[in-house]
T-cell receptor, first 116, second 114 residues
Framework: GAGVSQSPSNKVTEKGKDVELRCDPI?????LYWYRQRLGQGLEFLIY????????KSGLPSDRFSAERTGESVSTLTIQRTQQEDSAVYLC??????????????FGPGTRLTVL | AQSVTQLDSHVSVSEGTPVLLRCNYS??????LFWYVQHPNKGLQLLLK??????LVKGINGFEAEFKKSETSFHLTKPSAHMSDAAEYFC????????????FGPGTSLSVIP
């Protein structure tokens, strides 16, 4: 595809509900990353996929957060029992190989999540 | 462990004057370093990257950065600021020898005064 796409662009949910965020990476990119950006703050690394395996999940803030990836394609980030502190912009990025080679990450437009 | 420090949370310059955004990093191994820019309500865009080739890296929109290993710095500069440069700038470090977390700095907000 032309770039990384994410859906939905905006999501408003009630506290306690589950949400699913979707990321479509650039075709052919094997590495995929999820980040969180709270209002007025920098990016917080959440998880990294190489293919469909996740060698680094250490950034996930709690066991309410999980992510999966189908092959070298779509990834979904799921947040269960959402809390107000989960409100943030969730950004997805993909790169050709992996961060270890210094490959450029290309970012999607993000999903703005608001938990009421 | 890797870390990134952006010394200024906010920088304000007059249009036409030089820009300096400071970044210092800590990395056990040979790092890759990046600068990304985020304009209001827009996605992150790569400005430039250093991956052990030339230490002076030129990027888009007239920006450049110099990798100084002795100072563990990767400061971003531009000779003459333009109004369109007003944005949030992030310094990023990754570890090239083995996959490690991609670490973003906290960001520096650049304001350009007409």
């Amino acid at each position: 595809g032309a770039g990384v796409s994410q859906s939905p662009s905006n999501k408003v949910t009630e506290k306690g509900k589950d949400v699913e965020l979707r990321c479509d990476p650039i075709s052919g990119h094997t590495a995929l990353y999820w980040y969180r950006q709270r209002l007025g703050q920098g990016l917080e690394f959440l998880i990294y996929f190489q293919g469909n395996s996740a060698p680094d999940k250490s950034g996930l803030p709690s066991d309410r957060f999980s992510a999966e990836r189908t092959g070298e394609s779509v990834s979904t980030l799921t947040i269960q029992r959402t809390q107000q502190e989960d409100s943030a912009v969730y950004l997805c990025a993909s790169s050709l190989v992996s961060g270890a080679t210094g490959d450029t990450q290309y970012f999607g437009p993000g999903t703005r999540l608001t938990v009421l | 462990a890797q870390s990134v420090t952006q010394l200024d949370s906010h920088v304000s310059v007059s249009e036409g004057t030089p820009v300096l955004l400071r970044c210092n990093y800590s990395s056990s191994y040979s790092p890759s370093l990046f600068w990304y820019v985020q304009h209001p309500n827009k996605g992150l865009q790569l400005l430039l990257k250093y991956t052990s080739a030339a230490t002076l890296v030129k990027g888009i929109n007239g920006f450049e950065a110099e990798f100084k290993k002795s100072e563990t710095s990767f400061h971003l500069t531009k000779p003459s600021a333009h109004m369109s440069d007003a944005a949030e700038y992030f310094c990023v470090v990754t570890d090239k020898t083995s996959y490690d977390k991609v670490i973003f700095g906290p960001g520096t907000s650049l304001s350009v005064i007409p």
